[in-house]
């Protein structure tokens, strides 16, 4: 392990920095050991100062959470976030085999059955970002990488969108050759129909080794794609030729979708499902906000009232809320409650600790005003996750809050007896209370940058090595 460091290694928490294996304009990509299990990992250093400068803030945050909602063997997989008062400090897993672009420069075509898997490993990836409501826009063999065992792993989510189904994109972003025709038409367009012309440039390019659509007059390639004006190889078969016209098809109503790619006959030969995986518990993403708010702080608190509409903005989009019920709103399914509040947010969090001590439960503020609540009595960490509550408090106004209360697991009695008697509490009249301390103000900007599609993006320069860049 010393001689992989060198004597020059220098350490972020309980990871040794080892060389450089990427780097671009503001990040650098490092090898790492974790100290504590000896497994290689890569992290991205950002530079707090330069991000925060271009304003490519919303961005960063935007690939990290993009990240962390996924959940799939080929995708690649972020585990934690550090921050620092000038880095930030992206641990990810390291995938050692390299990008697909390096592997087509010197493999050039692909065998069937080679392309076809990592064809299929590509498309199992999009169909888990799709059901997540993400959508890459910039899938390229450089984006792509290998692992140890020749695994396909999805990585760069920097220009990726979060959407709900049907709903249109606006921003033009991706990679001349592999953009879809009506993202140069400068319209809205759907970001499944759009991944899925991306994903059929490489499959063209996995079984001919070379470009559909190429030249070096932009004006001209951009003509070529609107046309879909390509020409396969002699060597295609037949059942690759119909996939990929299907895929090409310059018209994204027409275009095959990705559940139509996973039943057509060429690709189901040999196709083993790579399947994703679900998480009961909310995903924690709070340590994205935090590694930005180390040092920005007092720019936060100056701009408070500006959060408070943002909020509201946040709160008025949750499907799931009746604004018209603001004060009380339940969703049984979900065993998700959602409580309004006529206090400031410590004085709320204080109730919220005197509801839970009433019913036998604690609370564990997590980070900003988050916290988890389990029962009082010290239990075993496999016998903890039998009765989880989380809470967030949402700060509308500052004498207005909502908390979203989530029962992840437990009794469901235990649970209406907490939202009864924290509803109660919540529905005094606000009086002096002991003051906590307070946290550090969270930027619901970050928050709302999930349901908003993002200003028009520039792409930064592509010093991508080893494909773990976005900026």
């Known amino acids: 392990m010393n001689k992989l460091m060198g004597p020059a290694a220098t350490s972020v928490g309980k990871y040794q920095l080892g060389r450089t294996i990427g780097e671009g304009t503001f990040a650098k990509v490092k090898l790492a050991v974790d100290t504590t299990t000896g497994r290689h990992v890569a992290i991205k250093i950002i530079d707090k100062a330069m991000v925060m400068g271009s304003n490519l803030k919303y961005q960063v945050q935007r690939e990290i959470r993009t990240m962390k909602l ?25 995938i050692s085999g390299g990008q697909l672009s390096d592997k087509l420069s010197y493999a050039k075509m692909l065998s069937e059955a080679e392309a076809r898997k990592l064809f299929q490993q590509l498309i199992d990836a999009v ?20 692992d140890c065992k020749g695994n396909l792993k999805v990585t760069d989510f920097g220009l990726s969108a979060l959407r709900k189904p049907g709903e249109m994109l606006t921003t033009a972003c991706g990679s001349p050759c592999y953009v879809a025709p009506e993202l140069i038409a400068n319209k809205g367009y759907d970001g499944a129909a759009a991944d899925t012309w991306s994903c059929g440039v ?6 001919a080794g070379d470009l559909p659509f190429d030249d070096r007059s932009l004006m001209v390639l951009y003509k070529k794609i609107s046309r879909a004006q390509y020409a396969c190889p002699t060597w295609f078969t037949r059942c690759q030729r119909k996939l990929i ?59 408070k009232a500006s959060n408070f509409i943002n909020a509201f903005k946040l709160i008025a989009m949750s499907d799931d809320l009746d604004l018209s019920g603001l004060f009380e709103g339940q969703d049984d399914k979900r065993q998700r409650t959602k409580i309004g509040s006529k206090h400031t947010v410590n004085e709320t969090i204080t109730k919220i600790e005197s509801a839970a001590m009433g019913v036998s439960l604690s609370v564990e503020r997590t980070n900003n005003y988050k916290m988890k609540i389990h029962a009082k009595q010290k239990m075993t ?20 809050c909502v908390v979203e209360i989530s029962k992840s697991a437990g009794e469901l009695t235990v649970y209406k007896e907490f939202c009864k008697s ?5 529905m005094e009249e606000p009086n002096i209370s002991p003051q906590i301390q307070e946290s550090e103000t969270v930027d619901t ?23 773990y860049f976005s900026s």
């Open 70 to 94: 996924l959940h799939h063997p080929n995708t690649a997989r972020i585990i934690e976030v550090i921050g620092s008062k000038t880095k930030i400090y992206i641990v990810m897993e390291y």
């Open 127 to 146: 169909d888990h970002c799709h059901r997540k409501g993400v959508y890459h826009r910039d899938l390229k063999p450089e984006n792509l990488l290998l």
């Open 202 to 207: 490489i499959l063209f390019e996995l079984l």
């Open 245 to 303: 016209s299907r895929i090409l098809d310059p018209n994204p109503k027409t275009r095959i979708t990705i559940p139509e790619i996973i039943e057509d006959a060429w690709f189901q030969v040999d196709y083993v499902p790579s399947c994703g995986f679900e998480y009961d518990e909310k995903i924690d993403i709070d340590d994205v906000s935090a590694a930005f708010d180390t040092e920005h702080s007092e720019e936060m608190r100056t701009h």
């Open 381 to 400: 960490r496999c016998c903890r996750s039998s009765y989880d509550l989380s809470a967030e408090v949402i700060v509308v106004s500052p004498e207005n």
């Open 422 to 426: 924290l509803s109660s509490l919540l």
């Open 445 to 467: 900007d970050a928050d709302s940058i999930l349901m908003n599609e993002c200003p028009k993006e520039e792409k930064d320069e592509e010093n991508k090595d080893q494909g």
